[in-house]
């Protein structure tokens, strides 16, 4: 099976503060990579399919990229509803395994 | 709207048995795969199984294959999964999840509690 890892696991930033979330695939994923954001008693949200695509209604400060082993969630001007935990997701073949999650806190 | 309401989740002794449901409704159900997706408490996500459109593939997580079983009715609109010989391990809140073109999950139900405990 593909593992995913993410780093870091925790982030502290402010408000304003663009931040960066790595996620990287034991073997080639092309771009079959989303990116989620889930905050503490709800299901998580689909921010990103396709590495770089923006799902609708996500707002443009969210970005993707990468491809093939190691990628990149961006969030250019971190705003207060941002602070969450945020999982990659690799749908190159089963298992559809989740990265262990990097949980974006106040500093 | 896309709406997933999961039911079922309670707890169970370990080794009991108990099935799940998600009643779905708001897009096609019969012309979508579906999804089971778990997180224990405190832990990440864990893709748990999936079922084509059709029904007639399935697959799963390898710490839940030959226990769990996925299975839907078009009739009902219904995603069920009956999970056996239950561990410990599989304490967590079961989400039902809508893959979209391919199996990322672009809906989500509000999750179900199984709880595996003596």
Known sequence: DIQMTQSPSTLSASVGDRVTITCRASQSISSWLAWYQQKPGKAPKLLIYQASSLESGVPSRFSGSGSGTEFTLTISSLQPDDFATYYCQHYHSVSYTFGQGTKLEIK | ?118
């Open chain 2, 1 to 118: 709207e896309v709406q997933l309401l999961e039911s079922g989740g309670h707890l169970v002794q370990p080794g009991g048995s108990l099935r799940l449901s998600c009643a779905a409704s708001g897009f096609t159900f019969s012309g979508n795969a579906m999804s089971w997706v778990r997180q224990a408490p405190g832990k990440g996500l864990e893709w748990v199984s999936s079922i084509s459109r059709s029904g007639s593939s399935t697959d799963y997580a390898d710490s839940v294959k030959g226990r769990f079983s996925i299975s839907r009715d078009t009739s009902k609109n219904t995603l069920y999964l009956e999970m056996s010989t239950l561990r410990a391990e599989d304490t967590a809140v079961y989400y039902c999840a809508k893959p979209a073109l391919y199996f990322y999950f672009d809906y989500w139900g509000q999750g179900t509690l199984v709880t595996v405990a003596s």
